[in-house]
């Protein structure tokens, strides 16, 4: 492809250059993606406080998600799916890959044991998320299990056939990176339900009260 000349271009090549990326275009989608990612991680980590977590979470989620297992899945679904999500970006830089094969090893294995732990103990707080509402439900396993299946099947093809084991870990990341336009989609939506102002949902009172 040729390279478009256009101001800070050749800085960008630079860096390109740099971070190993071979094609013009990677490392801006690797930006824009990675930057989304990374803003989504950094926005939701004051969840990682508790108080912080129980002000944050989803009105009527709380009452159920502090009771029981919740109360330990829903944490650690989220410390894990934080860290993780951060530490994944570094797993998608060519230059780490090639020259520092050992730490791009041993940063996938840490990925793997804060992501497929994450969705794991995502897809327990399913039950009660948004609702319980079957349709949620559904969805939310649909994607824990899309998630760790992607991720099996990377480090399955990790040493027998490389470039399979970067597409299923891509594959893995964005479906796992889902959540971010989720949150878009449901803000735009209950936007929306309000204005309509016709759809109505039974709740227990005691699930939706203000926390103390």
Request: charged content about 15%; hydrophobic content about 45%; aromatic content about 12%.
């Amino acid at each position: 492809m040729k390279p478009i000349n256009l101001p800070g271009g050749a800085a960008y090549r630079t860096v390109s250059g740099i971070l190993g990326f071979k094609e013009q275009q990677s490392l801006l989608l690797y930006f824009i993606f990675g930057g989304a990612l990374l803003g989504y991680c950094l926005f939701h980590a004051p969840m990682m406080n508790m108080k912080t977590m129980e002000r944050l979470t989803v009105p009527g989620e709380w009452f159920w998600l502090s009771k029981n297992g919740f109360k330990v899945a829903y944490p650690m679904h989220v410390y894990l799916s934080i860290i993780g999500g951060i530490f994944v970006l570094l797993q998608f830089i060519p230059a780490i890959r090639r020259r520092a094969v050992l730490l791009h090893r041993i940063n996938g294995y840490f990925v793997l044991l804060c992501l497929i732990p994450a969705n794991v103990c995502g897809s327990i707080t399913g039950y009660r998320s948004f609702g319980g509402e079957i349709n949620a439900q559904s969805a939310y396993y649909t994607l824990g299990i899309s998630i760790i299946f992607c991720f099996c099947a990377g480090l399955f093809n990790v040493k027998s056939n490389t470039r399979e084991h970067r597409r299923w870990m891509i594959r893995g990341v964005v479906i796992f990176s889902c959540a971010i336009t989720t949150r878009i989609i449901v803000v735009i939506a209950r936007l929306i339900v309000t204005d309509i102002g016709t759809y109505h949902a039974a709740r227990p009172l005691i699930s939706v009260r203000e926390p103390r």
